[in-house]
Nanobody, 125 residues
């Protein structure tokens, strides 16, 4: 059974930075894409960024230029570095595993089979 555990969320002032981590267990993630999503109160879950098994990257427009997704396969962990945070970035952030081996990058939540419990990011103005 795959388990994903996010960490690194918290309260930060606008303009600040956070680095989220997602540690996987139960499966080696090196052959799979990993995605980051977020969900604000009253809103649908939305795509933030993803990294493929080969290191290709894709970002939502809201994250481009401010966020960097990376992975450390030796640690079975993916990261989301977020800079220049804004109050509208406030949400619960989730990491997710796409179980299609060597697959293309996908942005739809339904493409990802396993999800973490989420970590809260709150940005104050």
């Amino acid at each position: 059974q795959v388990q994903l555990v996010e960490s690194g969320g918290g309260l930060v002032q606008a303009g600040g930075s956070l680095r989220l981590s997602c540690a996987a267990s139960g499966r080696t993630i090196s052959n799979f894409a990993m995605g980051w999503f977020r969900q604000a109160p009253g809103k649908e879950r939305e795509f933030v960024a993803a990294i493929s098994w080969s290191g290709s990257l894709i970002y939502a427009d809201s994250a481009k230029g401010r966020s960097t997704v990376s992975r450390d396969n030796a640690k079975n962990t993916v990261y989301l570095q977020m800079n220049s945070l804004r109050p509208e970035d406030t949400a619960v952030y989730y990491c997710a595993l796409d179980t299609t081996a060597y697959g293309i990058l996908r942005t739809a939540p339904r493409a990802y089979e396993y999800w973490g419990q989420g970590t809260q990011v709150t940005v104050s103005s």
